[in-house]
Every structure is written in C-alpha cells, then in structure tokens.
C-alpha cells in the first residue's frame, strides 16, 4: 500500500512566522502536489513536482514555496504565514505522469494562523 | 466557468436507495476522470476510476459520455457507510497530467 505521511495533524502559527509543512511518500513516486482544501471551493492545487528539484505553479502559488530535494520529501513554505492562509493542506503523490495514474493523498494538515 | 462542476447537494437519502450523481467537465482536452470519496475531516481516497466503456464495482457504477462531456456515478442499495463527499477528478492533458477536481457532492444516507 501506498503510504504519505505529513509531518504535522494539526498547527496552530502566528502571522508573519515562516512554516514548513512536510510531505513523505514511501513508494518512489515521481509526482507530488500540495492542494489547500477550503469549504465551498474544493481543492485547489498549490503546487506540483513531477521530479526532484523541478516544481510548477498550480492554480493559487502566491504566498507559498516549495522544495523537492529528495525524491521520496516534498516540502511546502509559507514564508510569512497569514490569516488567509488558515486551511486545510493535503499533499499527495502519483507514481507517474501517465494519464490513469492515480494521485494518493496523506491524511492532511490543519494549519491555523492567528 | 469552472472546468469540473458538480452538485453540492447535500442528497439526502434513505437507506437501500439507489443514488446517482454527474459531474461535467468543460474541457475537451480532458483524457481521464476518477471519482474519489471523502469522509468527513479524512483524505480523499480513491473510489474508481472511469473507462469509456463504463465500469462497475459492486454496488458503484461509473459512466463517462465523452460526448456531453460529463461522467457519472450510480450507487446502488445505499448504505449509511456510503455517506461522504464523492469527488469528480479530471486529469487534462498538458505538460503533465494535472488532475482538476470537483468541489464535490455531499452524500447522507439515513436510516
């Protein structure tokens, strides 16, 4: 089975601090993405990476980094976190980019920023 | 416009009942679709995949109309197990294969 860990289940931060949320996959996939999941708009798609050290903006990139150094870690920054940015954070991974490949999601962040 | 639209219901129904929902999608370039289920604070998790041909999986069944560009999922003899959120996802073909989901459809099942 296809596991994804994320680092943290819950997170409560203060505005303007940097925050780094983790993303582990265990199945040597090639693609990950970070989605936020918002009541009432679905999830929207932060970023992706399709192999280590190349990413692509998705739909809602503004206030957010990332990073893929390793193949197996796909880390997402909020360089200074903001009251918009409290949500819900999935990350999830894909063995590759073929078009039935199936994404596998880790169980999620709830970030709060105050 | 968004490019995958679904019902947010909520469907509010009684157990055994058969339930079915669509999902349409605006772009043509649009080459695979999958319907993920989520539960309520959880993940989304894969429910099924969507063929052409249409594909069935016990008491779900998907249907994909290329034509009218919408897919569909019918649920068969419901039951309360089956309340959650079923996601529409859509993978467009570009550079990569970018999935593109629904903002979902809330399902209750009752007693």
């Known amino acids: 089975d296809v596991k994804v860990t994320q680092s943290s289940r819950y997170l409560v931060k203060r505005t303007g601090e940097k925050v780094f949320l983790e993303c582990v996959q265990d199945?040597?996939?090639?693609?990950m993405f970070w989605y936020r999941q918002d009541p009432g708009l679905g999830l929207r798609l932060i970023y992706f990476?399709?192999?280590?050290?190349?990413?692509e903006k998705g739909d809602i990139p503004e206030g957010y980094s990332v990073s893929r150094e390793k193949k197996e870690r796909f880390s997402l920054i909020l360089e200074s976190a903001s009251t918009n940015q409290t949500s819900m954070y999935l990350c999830?991974?894909?063995?590759?980019?073929?078009?039935?490949?199936?994404?596998?999601f880790g169980p999620g962040t709830r970030l709060t920023v105050l | 416009r968004k490019e995958v639209e679904q019902d947010p219901g909520p469907f509010n129904v009684p157990e055994g009942a058969t339930v079915a929902f669509n999902c349409t999608y605006s772009?043509?370039?649009?080459?695979?679709f999958f319907w993920y289920r989520q539960d309520c604070r959880k993940e989304p998790k894969l429910l099924m995949s969507?063929?052409?041909s249409g594909n069935e999986d016990g008491r779900f069944t998907a249907q994909l109309n290329r034509a009218s560009q919408y897919i569909s999922l019918l649920i068969r003899d419901s039951k309360l197990s089956d309340s959650a959120t079923y996601l529409c996802?859509?993978?467009?073909?570009?550079?990569?294969?970018?999935?593109?989901f629904g903002r979902g459809t809330s399902l209750i099942v009752h007693p």
């Open positions: 999830a991974s894909r063995a590759g980019d073929s078009s039935t490949d199936t994404q596998y």
């Open positions: 199945m040597d996939h090639e693609n």
């Open positions: 990476s399709y192999d280590v050290k190349m990413k």
């Open positions: 772009n043509s370039a649009s080459q695979s």
């Open positions: 969507v063929y052409s």
């Open positions: 996802v859509v993978n467009i073909a570009g550079g990569s294969y970018i999935p593109t």
